[in-house]
């Protein structure tokens, strides 16, 4: 079963505009990982954020993760057109190294 | 770096084939894991290796597959026989456990249709 479910499933918006997805997981983590798939390519890793961090930075990306509440958040900031890909965060179980990835939001940038 | 690479790219067989898909991990890469990606159930790991090993195989779906790693460079990932319900993306990713990373970087995977 996914640890990692994503919200939205896909989401459209204008570039220039913030992108903000959500991710909730289920048991305890050691850290949750934000990865980024173009179509028909494999998953690119973008972020790691540790159980002790709360906010983390690289770039354009944001990520929030509140244990208490199991969630974290991506978001992309003036979002351009090769943003557009899936989006999926993975969680570790038992292992660190051991990922089981959510759903995935589907980010559309228009141009 | 050529990073992880997977064989074939695409691979179209009939019900009842075996297929094997093929993975090079990046040099110096002690992890390796095998998913399977589709539309209803999504990315899945069905396998990984540390050093060669299998650690965790409670992903592989049914006895009709297989992965091994008989080398640190090369894992081959075995279906006999075929189904069409087999038909997926399956990506092979490696990963170090030096650093605290725990970053895993992706081949492009390799594209089953089963007919």
């Known amino acids: 079963s996914q640890q990692g479910e994503e919200d939205p499933q896909a989401l459209s918006i204008q570039e220039g505009e913030n992108a903000t997805m959500n991710c909730s997981y289920k048991?305890?983590?050691?850290?949750l990982q934000w990865y980024r798939q173009n179509s028909g390519r494999g998953l690119v890793h973008l972020i790691l954020i540790r159980s002790n961090e709360r906010e983390k930075h690289s770039g354009r990306l944001r990520v929030t993760l509140d244990t208490s509440k199991k969630s974290s958040s991506l978001l992309i900031t003036a979002s351009r057109a090769a943003d557009t890909a899936s989006y999926f965060c993975a969680t570790d179980a038992g292992s660190s190294y051991k990922l089981i990835f959510g759903s995935g939001t589907r980010l559309l940038v228009r141009p | 770096d050529a990073g992880v690479i997977q064989s074939p790219r695409h691979e179209v067989t009939e019900m009842g084939q075996e297929v094997t898909l093929r993975c090079k991990p990046i040099s110096g890469h002690d992890y390796l894991f095998w998913y399977r990606q589709t539309m209803m159930r999504g990315l899945e790991l069905l396998i990984y290796f540390n050093n060669n090993v299998p650690i965790d195989d409670s992903g592989m779906p049914e006895d009709r597959f297989s992965a091994k790693m008989p080398n640190a460079s090369f894992s081959t990932l075995k279906i006999q026989p075929s189904e069409p319900r087999d038909s997926a993306v399956y990506f092979c990713?490696?990963?170090?456990?030096?650093?605290?990373?725990?970053?895993?970087?992706f081949g492009p995977g390799t594209r089953l249709t089963v007919t």
């Open positions: 048991t305890s983590i050691n850290n």
């Open positions: 990713a490696s990963s170090r456990s030096t650093g605290r990373s725990y970053e895993q970087y």
